[in-house]
């Protein structure tokens, strides 16, 4: 069965996945930042982070809390890069003979966007891509890829993706009660969504750089592999005899 899409080019994504890393750090970067400052809330009391006072405390509040201002710009721009790496990835798919794939570069970014759908798809599209960018499978088809297997990372990354983002809704929920008891649960979830976010985004970096390497190692060894050279010339064949040519001479009979 052919792909639902045609794609004759191959593109390296070594470009891509390095701007989608540079992003990423970013968002690491700052989630630890946030993690520490909802650390810093659970150990002192709110009072300690007072605009009118004045000390470490207050320096590490307003340093920190530029983090809230730019985390979220950050992260948009994370997400539309890794996108476009996820479009390109899927798009690599068919020049390098990948067969009877479920998803298309299109679907690949799209399913992101479907309510529900979207806590299964994705992860089904990046196992998709992990498997079919195989460099040791040459007849990469449905049935070889269900026997290649998915590396368990892969599941751990999903895992913590989804947990991430329950974690933010709970966080956001309590951040927005005020001075409620429940809101005094904000601090220790702010902690736990940013540290699950923080190695979400790791594992996510590991597996572009995985399957960039995976691809580039396809793509060399199916289209740039040198071709068979003929058989050298066998020496060990037995000479035919050479053609003996005989001239016949008529004897004309001598006059007397």
């Given at each position: 069965?052919?792909?639902?899409?045609?794609?004759?080019?191959?593109?390296?994504?070594?470009?891509?996945?390095?701007?989608?890393?540079?992003?990423?750090?970013?968002?690491?970067?700052?989630?630890?930042?946030?993690?520490?400052?909802?650390?810093?809330?659970?150990?002192?009391?709110?009072?300690?982070?007072?605009?009118?006072?004045?000390?470490?405390l207050a320096i590490l509040f307003y340093g920190f809390s530029l983090a809230f201002r730019f985390e979220p710009v950050t992260r948009v721009i994370a997400v539309v890069i890794y996108l476009i790496w996820s479009y390109r990835a899927f798009n690599n798919l068919a020049p390098l003979r990948a067969r009877n794939l479920e998803f298309s570069?299109?679907?690949?970014?799209?399913?992101?966007?479907?309510?529900f759908v979207n806590f299964v798809y994705p992860f089904q599209i990046m196992r998709e891509v992990w498997q079919a960018s195989d460099p040791e499978i040459i007849n990469n088809n449905r049935e070889t890829r269900r026997l290649s297997g998915t590396p368990d990372l892969l599941g751990v990354w999903w895992a913590a993706f989804i947990l991430s983002v329950f974690l933010t809704v709970i966080s956001n929920a309590l951040s927005g009660l005020g001075q409620s008891k429940e809101s005094l649960w904000f601090p220790s979830f702010l902690v736990l969504s940013q540290l699950v976010r923080a190695t979400a985004a790791v594992l996510v970096m590991w597996s572009m750089i995985e399957i960039t390497r995976r691809q580039e190692k396809r793509f060399r060894k199916l289209i740039l592999a040198p071709a068979t050279p003929p058989d050298p010339p066998s020496f060990d064949e037995p000479t035919p005899e050479p053609v003996v040519q005989t001239e016949v001479v008529e004897l004309l009979p001598q006059q007397q």
């Amino acid at each position: 069965m052919a792909n639902s899409f045609k794609n004759r080019t191959y593109r390296p994504l070594t470009a891509i996945t390095y701007s989608s890393l540079t992003c990423f750090t970013l968002v690491i970067v700052m989630s630890l930042m946030l993690a520490a400052l909802g650390l810093a809330y659970v150990i002192y009391n709110e009072d300690a982070f007072s605009p009118d006072r004045s000390g470490p405390l207050a320096i590490l509040f307003y340093g920190f809390s530029l983090a809230f201002r730019f985390e979220p710009v950050t992260r948009v721009i994370a997400v539309v890069i890794y996108l476009i790496w996820s479009y390109r990835a899927f798009n690599n798919l068919a020049p390098l003979r990948a067969r009877n794939l479920e998803f298309s570069p299109v679907s690949a970014v799209a399913w992101w966007f479907v309510p529900f759908v979207n806590f299964v798809y994705p992860f089904q599209i990046m196992r998709e891509v992990w498997q079919a960018s195989d460099p040791e499978i040459i007849n990469n088809n449905r049935e070889t890829r269900r026997l290649s297997g998915t590396p368990d990372l892969l599941g751990v990354w999903w895992a913590a993706f989804i947990l991430s983002v329950f974690l933010t809704v709970i966080s956001n929920a309590l951040s927005g009660l005020g001075q409620s008891k429940e809101s005094l649960w904000f601090p220790s979830f702010l902690v736990l969504s940013q540290l699950v976010r923080a190695t979400a985004a790791v594992l996510v970096m590991w597996s572009m750089i995985e399957i960039t390497r995976r691809q580039e190692k396809r793509f060399r060894k199916l289209i740039l592999a040198p071709a068979t050279p003929p058989d050298p010339p066998s020496f060990d064949e037995p000479t035919p005899e050479p053609v003996v040519q005989t001239e016949v001479v008529e004897l004309l009979p001598q006059q007397q």
